[in-house]
Every structure is written in C-alpha cells, then in structure tokens.
C-alpha cells in the first residue's frame, strides 16, 4: 500500500497561514499526490492535487519538492472552519486511482 | 453539497441481519467507490466500480458485495452483520478513474450493529 507520513496534529491561530507537511518517499514517478479534508461529521473533501509542479486553487496550494519525496498543503490564511483533519495521499494501483488514506494530521484552529 | 446522494443516513439493525446501502454519483461521474470508516481503522478502500464494472477491491469481507446498476448508482449489501461491522459507509464519485481526477464523497451511511 502506498504510504505517507504526516503529523498526528498541529495547531493554527486563525488568519495566519499553514503548512502541513506529508514525507512519502515511496512514491513513483506517475504517482499524483492528493490532499483530502474530513471536517467533523462530514465526508472527506477534495482539497488539491499535483504531479510535479506546485499547484494552486481557491482552496490552497500545494509545494512539491524537487524528488518528489515529500509535499507541503498550504492554507493561506486559516479560518475556524479550516479545522479538519487533512489526508495526504499519493495515488494506488496506477490507472486505478483508489485514494489509501493514513491517518491524517488534525488541524486544530485558535480564534 | 458534494453531488453524491447517500442512502439512508442513519441505520441500526441486529447482528446476524442483511442491509443495503445505496450511492447516487454525482451527475457526470462513471466510477463510484466505496468506503469504510471505523474509529480504530480509519478510512478504509472496499471496491471501486467504473461504468457498471468492478475495477478495484480492497479490503472488503466476503460477507459484503456491492454492484453499480446500468444508471450507475451503486449499492452497497452487507449480510450477516456483526458488532464490528458499525461503521461510516462513504461513497465516492469521479468523473474516471484514475490519478489526475477528483473524488467527490457523500456525507456518509452511518451503521450501527446492536
């Protein structure tokens, strides 16, 4: 199974930026890094995906380093309903795109 | 609201009992997938389905089985259900498999076995 390793939890002060950190260093070349957020009782939720370059969206952008080893999720300015838990995720079985979700790091929001 | 409609949202049935939960992808979506969420395991992989297809499993007991139907919603059977079989059912929708694609989830089937 593919792995990723990522904080259990980190905390923000609301409007201040994050960055959430992921290490997979088993990921192969046509491995598409994915980051997923589950609010509380609530279905996972698209957050962003890449490849090789940094991405941006409405949401956040998403840093790749150079070997591909390891990924930063940024969220520019974190509200209170940014508080989820964040999967990092790079992509199984190739062409089949199933998303293996670890354990995820909590995010936790200070007003 | 994700585009993904799961049913029921709540449902609390017997050990040894058979119950069915259902997916109704996003409009567009051809690949549908299946998930179980338990708070000692996680999010975990059950199956995926493209266009009426099987196309993944995962870990998913042999006492489960899931199809999607020619209008491509998808169902979800459990049987002979046990104590550890309460969980979050979440069904997810894409447009295709395959990396380069989003997955859209629905809010959840939550079951709980009595």
């Known amino acids: ?111 | 609201d994700s585009g993904v409609t799961q049913t029921p949202k709540h449902l609390i049935t017997a050990t040894g009992q058979r119950v069915t939960l259902r997916c109704s992808p996003r409009s567009g979506d051809l690949s549908v997938y299946w998930y179980q969420q338990s708070l000692d395991q996680g999010l975990q992989f059950l199956i995926q389905y493209y266009n009426g297809e099987e196309r993944a499993k995962g870990n998913i007991l042999e006492r489960f089985s899931a199809q999607q139907f020619p209008d491509l919603h998808s169902e979800l059977n459990l049987s002979s259900l046990e104590l550890g079989d309460s969980a979050l059912y979440f069904c997810a929708s894409s447009v295709y498999p395959g990396q380069n694609t989003e997955a859209f989830f629905g809010q959840g089937t939550r079951l709980t076995v009595v």
């Open chain 1, 1 to 111: 199974d593919a792995k990723t390793t990522q904080p259990n939890s980190m905390e923000s002060n609301e409007e201040e930026p994050v960055h959430l950190p992921c290490n997979h260093s088993t990921i192969s070349g046509t491995d598409y890094i994915h980051w997923y957020r589950q609010l509380p009782s609530q279905g996972p939720e698209y957050v962003i995906h890449g490849l090789t370059s940094n991405v941006n969206n409405r949401m956040a952008s998403l840093a790749i380093a150079e070997d591909r080893k390891s990924s930063t999720l940024i969220l520019h300015r974190a509200t209170l309903r940014d508080a989820a838990v964040y999967y990092c995720i790079h992509g199984y079985g190739g062409s089949q795109g199933n998303l293996i979700f670890g354990k995820g790091t909590k995010l936790s929001v200070k007003p």
